[in-house]
């Protein structure tokens, strides 16, 4: 059964930064591309960055392009997204998600529970 679970989430004030990370188990890590996405208040999901199986190609939405930072680290079976310059936009439930193979890197297989991030003064 795939299991993921997201930590690291809090409260940063504009400007400042987060660290979040993902643990995966029951996915073959190695061989699976993966995604954080995001859902703000009132807001649906939005695709937030990607990476495939073996760590190319780096994608991001347009918000988190040049802020953002996605890796991942195979031996630990973690996914991590480094958040700076954090803006009150960038309030929301945060998900680890797992990519459908062969698809883009915004449809998913499976998801965790999120984690929260609130940027506010």
């Known amino acids: 059964q795939v299991q993921l679970v997201e930590s690291g989430g809090g409260r940063a004030q504009p400007g400042g930064s987060l660290t979040l990370s993902c643990a995966a188990s029951?996915?073959?890590?190695?061989?699976?591309?993966m995604s954080w996405a995001r859902q703000g208040p009132g807001k649906g999901v939005e695709w937030v960055a990607g990476i495939y199986s073996d760590g190319s190609g780096p994608h991001y939405s347009d918000s988190a392009q040049g802020r953002f930072t996605i890796s991942r680290d195979v031996a630990k079976s973690t996914l991590t997204l480094q958040m700076d310059s954090l803006t009150p936009e960038d309030t929301a439930l945060y998900f680890c998600?797992?990519?459908?193979?062969?698809?883009?890197?915004?449809?998913?297989?499976?998801w965790g529970q999120g984690t929260l991030v609130t940027v506010s003064s």
């Open positions: 029951g996915v073959p890590f190695n061989d699976n591309a």
């Open positions: 998600a797992t990519v459908r193979p062969g698809g883009p890197l915004y449809e998913f297989d499976n």
